[in-house]
């Protein structure tokens, strides 16, 4: 019996309904297993359909063209190394996630998803039929067990698998990225290998998803949860692993070991990746933003430089009476830094024409927030009659502080079609702006070195729709508000909890209120990067009308 197996990692990036591009992209990673002796190629969970499919995969015409895509591979693939790959499976009136295993042109087995995730981003058990628990499938030498993503994060799948002869896990996932997420993977996946006591291979996709960004970093363990290699996050990769027999047990060859960046990279990697991927899985070319010389639409406009190139990023600045000579300035000096192109709209023909207009129905009122929105959805329309014309797809800038308490104008300032920002809290945004300029990768497409100004970053953050405005004259400084956001929003907390944690009652049932009020906001929303747990869209679904509020903490 043959003493060596050679499995290749495929973390790749799919397209969600893209089968054929899938299967091409599957075909590739074959080809290249195949040249290294590979005996087995693996690809991530759902591959073939892209994930996550949300109700798309409940279509009897999506998930059949799917299994079909996968019939056709495995009879392409016949000559060389067999193929796990994810994608739907149908039988009997019921759907499952299923990963197939392709050898000598047939699919010859199936392991299907018993644990279906439910949560934050997950809704499976809608999707899906849950699959029984199973035993593993012959690869040759060994036998492998494949439980799906979510099987892994617990016992019972595994254990079944491996008391009926599975010698290696080979564990395909679709697993998204958030902050802090990789040390709970790996947490759960060296329990099951010291459960056990087989390797283990986590193999994740990488891309970007609407909200999602899926970060790769799969790695295989040896017995005792030891680190035998690591792939990098973020990227796609190809890479052979060796499993030897040693002592009548099969152990890997140790291989490389990618270097992990810190939380800031990562999150702004998320960011940059997950609008590349939004714009070339749409078909956008090119985008463009008001920049304001605020630092939100500065660490936008550097995001999207960084994404697409700065010759694919337009900066457009909408002045009114009360744009500051400093705001002009700096707005110019991120678009010179980041070498976007800048043009200027002034928005003060268009509002004395609304003025005028509407004088005859708003005589004998005195101005208020009415007339400060009308600046705001007219840069709206500019700037969305400028998608229109030149067909760049706008981006919007609100961070997360402001999305949660409603600080921005519906139709206005909040018009666009995706926010890298819109998961990532105000102070956060500071910090991140210090780390752009401190730091480069070979990954980011615009210049070195301090693309946003200082000045910006030092400045009291305003909208500038009235004279001397300052954030703060309508929410709390956003230390505290902050603070108060990441408990209420992040953490479920109550208003009892805010107030031990020494925050004024008045205040926090006020940031309360302001969430709940907003929902309809957010709802009609633009898409953003998840970054948390508990990231808008997905993770975190209110009703618009409520009126609970909490009575606690008084």
């Not at 759902?46 to 059949?64: C, E, N, W």
């Amino acid at each position: 019996m043959t003493d060596r197996f050679r499995l290749t990692m495929a973390q790749l990036d799919p397209t969600v309904g893209d089968l054929a591009g899938n299967a091409a992209k599957a075909r590739a990673a074959w080809e290249q297993a195949k040249a290294a002796g590979a005996d087995m190629l693996a690809l991530p969970e759902m591959f073939i359909t892209g994930y996550s499919t949300q109700d798309l995969v409940r279509k009897p015409a999506f998930h059949f063209a799917a299994m079909a895509e996968i019939e056709t591979l495995a009879r392409d693939c016949a000559d060389g190394p067999m193929i796990g790959i994810g994608g739907p499976y149908a039988e009997d009136g019921r759907l499952y996630n299923a990963f197939h295993i392709l050898k000598g042109g047939k699919v010859v087995a199936r392991q299907l998803k018993h644990f279906l995730p439910n949560y934050t981003v997950f809704d499976e058990v809608r999707q899906f039929n849950r699959g029984p628990i199973q035993g593993p499938y012959d690869a040759g030498p060994l036998r492998i067990g494949s439980p799906i993503c979510e099987d892994a994060w617990y016992e019972d799948v595994a254990e079944a698998m491996v008391e009926s002869g599975a010698e290696i896990l080979v564990v395909p996932n679709g697993s998204p990225y958030r902050r802090d997420k990789f040390d709970v993977r790996m947490g759960n996946m060296v329990a099951r290998v010291i459960e056990n006591d087989v390797p283990l291979v986590y193999l994740n996709m990488v891309g970007g998803q609407d909200d999602q960004a899926f970060d790769g970093g799969s790695f295989v363990l040896n017995r005792g949860g030891k680190l035998a290699m690591q792939m990098p996050l973020f990227d796609e990769a190809v890479a052979h692993v060796d499993f030897v027999r040693e002592d009548g047990v099969w152990v890997a060859v140790e291989g490389e070991k990618a270097v992990f960046p810190g939380a800031y990279e990562q999150d702004y990697r998320a960011m940059v990746l997950t609008l590349r991927d939004y714009m070339r899985k749409t078909g956008f070319k090119k985008v463009l933003l008001g920049l304001s010389g605020g630092i939100d639409s500065a660490i936008v406009a550097t995001i999207a430089a960084d994404a697409l190139g700065p010759e694919n990023v337009r900066c457009v600045m909408l002045p009114s009476e009360y744009t500051s000579q400093a705001s002009l300035d700096d707005a110019a000096a991120v678009a010179e830094a980041l070498g976007c192109k800048y043009d200027t709209v002034s928005i003060a023909g268009p509002r004395a024409a609304v003025t005028e207009a509407l004088a005859p129905l708003f005589e004998g009122y005195e101005p208020d927030l009415t007339e400060e929105n009308i600046q705001s959805r007219l840069r709206g329309l500019l700037l969305m009659a400028q998608s229109n014309k030149f067909g760049e797809m706008l981006l919007t800038t609100g961070n997360k502080s402001e999305v949660a308490v409603g600080y921005a104008t519906i139709y206005g300032d909040m018009a666009g079609g995706y926010n890298p920002i819109k998961d990532m809290y105000k102070t956060r945004v500071f910090e991140t702006c210090r780390w752009r300029n401190a730091n480069h990768r070979e990954w980011m497409l615009a210049p070195a070195g301090e693309v946003i100004p200082v000045s910006i970053i030092e400045k009291p953050p305003s909208a500038e729709l009235r004279p001397d405005q300052r954030d703060d004259d309508s929410l709390p400084p956003y230390d505290i508000l902050d603070g108060i956001l990441e408990m209420l929003v992040d953490n479920d907390a109550s208003v009892a909890d805010c107030v031990a944690a020494g925050y004024d009652r008045e205040t926090v049932k006020r940031v309360e209120h302001l969430i709940y009020i907003s929902e309809y906001k957010r709802f009609q929303s633009a898409p953003g990067t998840r970054l948390t747990r508990h990231a808008f869209w997905l993770d975190r679904r209110y009703p618009i009308v409520n009126r609970f509020r909490d009575q606690s903490g008084s």
